[in-house]
């Protein structure tokens, strides 16, 4: 079996201890001190120093030293070091905490931009992969919280612990189960190639199932009586004199329709209305043909004057910017004219002293400067000269493209008012255009035909009335007849319907009670395999009792993991003595398990008279008076 011991743990700045060394040299040893001396900071830091976390699994926990306020203090190293025997192999672990400072560009100072961690083994660097990998050699940290915490199993949810001690203590088969009860042999055929678990759920599912249609049918059968009571069966008789009195009305009523006299007045009268309607179209169509010409001539004189019209708002328009540019330039002319008069009576300066030394200038040097000023004062007034005659002669030209738009615009004027007269004439043409249709004698001829049809009408009009209303009113007690038949076929259906939910609720309730039988015996079952596994279990412990599975009010069964010690629950009615004690023979049976031993951290060992025996290094942390951190070796009695 693989071990883990600690022989010196150095702490450096870490949580609330600047500088302490925790030396069991493999030992079991006991640390005493007040609450808040940093007991609980030795457990944090081997557990930081292995996995970067604190005891409670926390990785973003307070590491560094704080003030009185709560506040980090700075420019620490905190840092812990482990020298650890491993299978009688001496290996020493570092890691070195620390605040990083960068000067960024252009700032005067460093600031704080995070932290960095440095790790070592045996003193040599190493990368954080290679620290990790040499960890998990020596321990998975799941394992290792299990074999050095004693309150760390009891921590886990139940499903977790539950799990570990089938992992641990080996699993009994459902084969193993059947076997040892003969009234378990059925079971066998039940579930075939599925799990109980699956079996379970598919029972579960289809109970789910059943008491869904069971609570539906007797509405459904409510339904199905609701439509069937008020049913009455119709008098066929009835309904066949009835069929037969309506077949003899419609025939006669087709007959008084049918008369020959008065259906061939109507036709004679259609191909009258048609006549007269080809002779119309006709009329419209040569009104038409000798309009076109007339419309095609209207439409192309109003496209000429659009485009007449268009050339005009051009002219317009560029009036508009001329008459703009010229203002412009006006004004500027206006400035060039003050410009010109300020450039004219500027004159040479008379001030002929040097401005460094004092002494007057000699005469040829003041004879070249008021040359030279007078040269750049006259190309400077020929300047501004051209510039403004520039301007006057583009404000001329201008002005006579203003007056060239108008006399357009005028020509441009009458040309439209000529176009107006001539669309007017067209207009006029227009509307003399008619084309008249000669159909009074077609008239005539329909007026005599629509005059001998009234006549023909108003003869069986009354015959054709009275069929009518004696037809609607069989008709009518036809459809009643055939209401009540319908009614009675449906609710025949709906008894039919009834009988048939009957015995599917039947049908339904005993395939509820089959399933129930088959969940006894699967209970039945899972309460043998239990008893099964816990008496396996409890077996590896020589404290802890496992409690597997509790029976339920409806005598169910539910699975659980609930430890106990002399049959009281860990986590109702157990001291703190006990539950350390319990947890240690829990360690011992894991670590056997795992063949892994690791120093294991007993806190509050003051609660304990007789400390449970095991094989692991104990470090126990004791509750005293004494104000600092004090050690004393101890020798624990172990296991054997």
């Not at 493999?26 to 609450?35: E, P, R, T």
């Not at 001496?90 to 905490?97: A, D, S």
């Not at 209970?523 to 020589?542: D, P």
């Not at 398990?593 to 294991?600: D, I, M, N, T």
């Amino acid at each position: 079996m693989d071990k883990l011991t600690i022989n010196r743990i150095r702490y450096k700045n870490f949580k609330g201890l600047a500088d302490y060394t925790l030396e069991p040299n493999g030992k079991d040893i006991s640390v005493f001190g007040q609450n808040a001396t940093g007991k609980t900071t030795l457990i944090d830091g081997v557990s930081y120093l292995l996995f970067g976390k604190d005891s409670y699994g926390r990785a973003d926990f307070q590491l560094k030293p704080v003030d009185k306020d709560g506040q980090e203090i700075h420019n620490l190293e905190t840092e812990v070091e482990g020298v650890f025997d491993v299978n009688n192999k001496t290996i020493t672990l570092r890691k070195r905490f620390q605040e990083k400072y960068t000067k960024k560009r252009g700032e005067p100072r460093q600031t704080f931009t995070g932290h960095t961690t440095d790790y070592f083994i045996d003193d040599v660097p190493a990368k954080k992969k290679e620290y990790d990998i040499k960890i998990s050699e020596i321990i998975d940290v799941n394992a290792f919280k299990l074999v050095t915490n004693p309150l760390e199993f009891n921590n886990l949810h139940w499903t977790g612990r539950r799990q570990i001690l089938l992992e641990r203590c080996g699993d009994v088969t459902d084969l193993d189960v059947i076997d040892s009860d003969k009234k378990l042999k059925s079971l066998s055929e039940i579930l075939g190639d599925c799990s109980i678990d699956d079996h379970k759920k598919k029972i579960r599912a289809k109970k789910r199932e059943i008491n869904k249609e069971l609570e539906q049918i007797p509405v459904r059968i409510a339904e199905n009586q609701e439509t069937a009571k008020d049913a009455m069966q119709p008098d066929y008789r009835e309904k066949t004199r009835l069929e037969k009195v309506l077949e003899e009305k419609k025939e006669k009523l087709r007959s008084l329709r049918s008369n020959e006299a008065l259906s061939s007045k109507k036709v004679r009268l259609n191909e009258v209305d048609s006549k007269i309607l080809v002779s119309r179209n006709e009329a419209d169509q040569k009104q038409a043909d000798l309009k076109k010409p007339i419309l095609q001539a209207i439409e192309k004189l109003e496209a000429e004057r659009r485009d007449l019209t268009g050339k005009i708002k051009d002219n317009e328009f560029r009036i508009f910017q001329d008459e703009k540019r010229n203002k412009v330039s006006e004004d500027a002319i206006v400035k060039i004219r003050e410009d010109w008069h300020i450039e004219n009576n500027k004159q040479p300066s008379n001030d002929n002293t040097c401005p460094t030394c004092g002494q007057d200038l000699p005469k040829d040097i003041v004879k070249n400067t008021i040359g030279m000023f007078n040269r750049l004062k006259s190309d400077r007034l020929t300047m501004i000269t051209a510039t403004g005659k520039e301007m006057a002669a583009n404000i001329e030209q201008r002005n006579k493209d203003i007056e060239a738009a108008k006399v357009e615009i005028a020509k441009l004027t009458d040309m439209i008012a000529g176009v107006d007269e001539i669309i007017a004439r067209k207009k006029a043409e227009f509307e003399k255009v008619y084309v008249g249709v000669d159909i009074d004698d077609l008239d005539r001829q329909k007026d005599v035909l629509e005059q001998e049809i009234d006549a023909l009408l108003n003869g069986s009009v009354v015959q054709e009335e009275n069929t009518q209303r004696e037809i609607f009113e069989s008709q009518e007690k036809f459809d009643e007849l055939n209401q009540l038949e319908a009614s009675w076929k449906a609710a025949e259906s709906c008894r039919i319907r009834i009988s048939e939910l009957e015995a599917q609720e039947k049908e339904l309730a005993a395939e509820f009670e089959r399933l129930e039988a088959e969940i006894f015996l699967i209970e039945k079952f899972i309460i043998k395999k239990v008893e099964m596994l816990e008496g396996q279990i409890n077996s590896r412990f020589k404290l802890a009792r496992f409690k597997l599975f509790e029976t339920q009010i409806n005598e169910g069964i539910k699975e659980c993991c609930d430890v106990l010690y002399n049959g009281v629950p860990y986590n109702h009615g157990l001291n703190s003595g006990a539950r350390i004690n319990v947890g240690l023979d829990i360690i011992q049976t894991l670590s056997e398990y795992y063949g892994f031993q690791a120093p294991v951290f007993v806190d509050n060992r003051e609660s304990i008279n007789n400390l449970f025996p095991i094989s692991s290094q104990v470090i126990s942390l004791v509750v005293s008076n004494d104000k600092a951190l004090s050690i004393l070796k101890t020798e624990t009695q172990k296991a054997s």
